[in-house]
């Protein structure tokens, strides 16, 4: 295809079948890609032989249909294990781990049919919204190989947004989805916690923070990747069932006019750069237009508290995962900064405390379920700041108030993860450098349908990946 941003899972799978395209050409399209973009953008790493990906492709065209994926090329996000392929996690602990097993949502891909080719890059261990680690380096923003692509699925929102691949799984503990999609005019989908379930290792009962989710540049793609990954998994205690078929869903558009609750800076407490708030408002007037009601919503609770509880519990989740690394000095001389200080952080932590910031947590999850009695949609930024320098970790100052963590320019993100609500970021817009913003919008517990068929009529009223692609890709 002359535009690699054309695919769809739809289209290619509609062409392959009336014998106009096959999943081999597909796969020499997709390569062909990456030859030409990932050298300068470094999206895709540990890529496979490309010898032995065709012949897997030929293979695709010979047998029967095995599932939605059939024949599709994916990379897969470098913090999960897949079977045969260096799974380093951005980190220099792991840069030689190839691993003997999948894991399950690389083994739900491949079930679906996918060829995995390689990975997509990732800060290490996820931490942070800036994709760089010294395994691979930095990964660069399509729309500007200077800036950076977000994170912590940097890679993954990269390569969509250059047509590296058609979709990309992803996961999200503070914006590791929406922030990248915002920042590559993509689209990202944290659904709600035990929609996707994780890796049953370790503690599966406390940790509630991070979940795995789909990237693509439609909402069908989406919902199409979404319908794969998600589903129970019994030895997951937070695994969710009775799950609908997100695909059929978004065909219908919402019931109702929907009630929408605009959030903007959170009453102030947030610092924006100067023009988030603005393109995400010239947004909210598509759902205008689609006969919804935008309300502008005051603060529902106090940030500070959030953000107590949130640190409190991100660094008892991190420390929990990492101790172990953390007491093995030589493992402990390689971990980046932010690594250390999280597991610190958390090792320091009381009992009381941990419970403390769980009690505010319950309290949040209690006022955001009075809120969608009134609302059905919370729209939020999905950032603070539009893309900066690449060779920045982390913006210390948001608008002149200073940070007071690496992570703190991503606070916005927060009032969904902290109670795992389902939050969608959708492309809002460019900046007037020409960089991508994108609003998450977020609902209430288990209505991920209702937020797709959402996000499905403000993708055909605005179709940002297709209509402002960037710029080199369509060249």
Known sequence: MKNPLDPTLATIHALVAE????????????????????????????????????????????????????????????????????????????RDNVPDDDDLIAERLRDAGAIIIGKTNTPEYGFGSQTYNSVYGATGNPYDVKKTCGGSSGGAAAALASGMVVVADGSDMMGSLRNPAAFCNVYGFRPTYGLVPGEPKGDTFLHQLATLGPMARTIEDLATLLDVIAGPDDRHPHSVHNIPDFTKSIASAPGR???????????????????????????????????HTIDAVPAPYDSEQLWKSWTTLRSFAIASNLSETYENEEERSQLKPEAIFEIESGLSL???????????????????????????????????????????????????????????????????????????????????????????????????????????????????PQKRPPYDVTA
């Open 257 to 291: 006019p929907q009630r929408i609750g605009w959030l903007g800076d959170w009453g102030g407490a947030l610092p924006m750069e100067p023009g988030v708030l603005e393109v995400c408002e010239q947004a909210l007037k598509v759902f205008e237009k689609a006969g």
């Open 19 to 94: 014998g106009t395209y096959s999943y081999e050409q597909l796969m020499l399209d997709t390569l062909s890609t990456i030859r030409r973009y990932n050298p300068t953008i470094n999206a895709i790493v540990a890529l496979q032989d490309e010898s032995t990906l065709i012949a897997k492709a030929q293979q695709a065209d010979r047998a029967p249909v095995s599932g939605t994926l059939h024949g599709i090329p994916m990379a897969v996000k470098d913090l999960v294990n897949v079977k045969g392929i260096v799974s380093a996690f951005g980190s220099p602990i792991l």
């Open 350 to 464: 009381s009992g009381t405390e941990i419970a403390n910031a769980s009690l505010i947590r319950s309290n949040w999850f209690v006022k955001a379920a009075k809120l969608f009695e009134h609302y059905d949609v919370l729209v939020l930024p999905s950032c603070q700041v539009f893309p900066f320098d690449k060779s920045t970790h982390w913006p210390t100052h948001v608008n002149e108030k200073p940070m007071s963590s690496y992570h703190r320019w991503m606070e916005v993100v927060i009032p969904a993860s902290l109670i795992g609500l389902p939050a969608l970021n959708v492309p809002a817009g460019f900046s007037s450098a020409g960089l991508p913003m994108g609003m998450q919008l977020m609902g209430a517990r288990n209505s991920d349908s209702a937020l797709l068929q959402l996000g499905s009529q403000y993708h055909d009223a605005t179709r940002w």
